[in-house]
């Protein structure tokens, strides 16, 4: 199985950094690449092929940004799934962790599950489920299996020490999510 995996927003914080915690200063940027990272040498250690890794604005043909096509990379790699990896925020309050796919009852849904089953047992993070945004460019515009997982959300005081501290964790869950997902 190959991997495509896309931390998200943008190489280092500009001029995208994601969601910040005002507090800390945790950047969502920075989470998800270390993630990212982590979650490749997890898997290249697991055997899995991992066939991308881009962290760039230009999501989808957008002449603005001078960077890699996070899509059309993705369907250039030959990769079987994609994975882009988010931290959440909303209101400082709402904490847990939700993974996206483009539609119900499909193989996306299957590995959102996977993945989300994994983060929510090894971080005992609050389920929030699988959910479904076929507006997400990352998922509507990639021709693969593809998800994306929002691990925790940076703004909670809950989750924020969790995505500092623990982003190892993150990375074997996300990891073990997408083996899981191999095996079914
Ligand atoms: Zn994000």
């Given amino acids: 199985m190959k991997v495509f995996l896309n931390p998200g927003h943008s190489p280092n914080g500009i001029p995208d950094p994601g969601a910040k915690n005002v507090e800390t200063g945790l950047r969502e940027c920075d989470v998800a ?5 982590l979650v490749e040498k997890y ?3 697991a055997g899995v092929n991992v066939v991308g890794n881009i ?3 230009n999501l989808f043909y957008d002449s603005d940004y001078p960077q890699p ?3 059309a990379e993705a369907n250039a790699s030959g990769a079987d799934i994609f994975v882009s990896i988010h931290c959440n ?7 847990g962790t939700e993974t996206y796919a483009y539609a119900p009852g499909g193989e996306g849904e299957k590995l959102a599950g ?6 929510v047992k090894s971080l005992g993070t609050l389920d929030r489920g699988v959910k479904y945004r076929p507006d997400y460019i990352v998922l509507k515009h990639t021709d693969m ?12 005081d809950v989750d924020e020490p969790l995505l500092s501290a623990k982003q190892d964790d993150f990375a074997r869950a996300i990891a073990r999510g997408i083996t899981d997902y191999e095996n079914l």
């Fill in 145 to 156: 299996t593809a998800v994306l997982v929002e691990t925790a959300f940076i703004d909670s």
């Fill in 43 to 45: 898997l290249v250690a």
């Fill in 114 to 119: 996977c993945i989300n089953d994994q983060i």
């Fill in 69 to 71: 096509c996070v899509c």
């Fill in 33 to 37: 690449k270390n993630i990212a990272g």
């Fill in 55 to 57: 962290q760039s604005d």
């Fill in 89 to 95: 925020a909303f209101d400082c309050e709402a904490h």
